[in-house]
């Protein structure tokens, strides 16, 4: 027997598990610019692609260095480290008081250890990419 | 999600501002190691080699996890504002390097849920799994079933208990149920529980799934099977 989720086709929104958001906020500054940004490393894409932005508003594009090469990918430095701020401290309250700031719509990364359960907004962590907490005694990474 | 200890010693990750494979990579704060956010594995330094704990976690909407869990603790932040991969997921490019696409059994945009044991990688099409409720494969040798949970998001378990492997489907609650002859067996599709039948007090491993694009995923695993 099989049932069929009935909200099954509502509203699949993404991941990438890539953190791509949090780079292209890092290097364009804005969310318009990162919904081009994190794809178009190069100038000469940006410019073909997105023709209406003018360069001179833009913050320029670092050219990637590449750090290493493992197993064959090269590992490609794009911006210094922590430009990308992690959340050291999460200040978490319980689900009664985040109505202001969440919306049942939004997602969330969730986990549950059979007592205690977490989330936080994935928008949230487009933005910082990992969050250094704690499950219990369990100190955990929620990375994006 | 990972348990943040290497060799029993607990750490701190920062961000590197750098990609590899597509994917942004951390760093340890005792040794600057670089690990994957992908794989979990640390790629240069003094950890190189070495894998972090994973934890099972899951994508859904606030409204259901919080009536799946009404005592969660939620981490505060602004109000929203539009996702920024808005334009991203609708386009057809992949990726921030341009890599081609070397696996074309899915577009590359496909969401898809993947589960690894050792070097065995297989994943599922999320919108396919979330129509079905459920679906049974292989991750090499082991016997998953994956699960939807809510209308975006999906676990993973090992479908064996009671010393044998099971075919699971889900029952008018949602909750799986053993599938061939018998009496059926129940287990909650969350924690993985036996609620009732000859496997009720057995236990299903949940195992962790990620939930990626597919041609991130399968650039990290090109020997991924594809379960559909």
Redesign the interface.
Known sequence: ?????R????????????????????LGGA?AA???G??A?GAAAQTQTRPADSPQTRPSRPE?EV??V??G????????????????A??????AE?A???????????????Q?????????L?RH????DR?GE??????? | MYVRRIDGRETTFGTSGALWRDALVMYDRDTGSYWSQVNASAITGPHQGKTLAEIPSVVTTWGEWRKMHPGTLVLVKPPLEESPYASYIASDRTGATGRTLADDRLPGKTLVVGVRDGKAAAAVPLDLLVERGVLNGQVGSLPVTWVAVGATGAAAFERRAGGRVLELGRDGEGRLVTQGGGEPSRFDPESGAGLSGPLAGERLRRLPALRVFWYSWTSFHPDTALVR
């Open positions: 027997m099989r049932v069929v989720a909200q099954s086709r509502r509203r699949i929104v993404v991941k990438s598990g890539a953190g791509l958001a949090a780079l292209g906020l890092a969310p990162a919904s081009a994190p794809l490393l990637p750090e290493y493992i197993d990918d090269p590992v490609l430095k794009l911006i210094p480290k922590d430009t990308i701020v992690p959340i050291d999460p200040e978490m309250v319980p689900a985040a202001e700031f969440m919306r049942d719509d939004e997602l969330v990364l969730g986990v549950f250890d059979g205690q359960a977490r989330a936080w907004s994935t928008w949230h487009d990419e990992v969050v250094n499950l369990t100190p955990i990474a929620a990375t994006w």
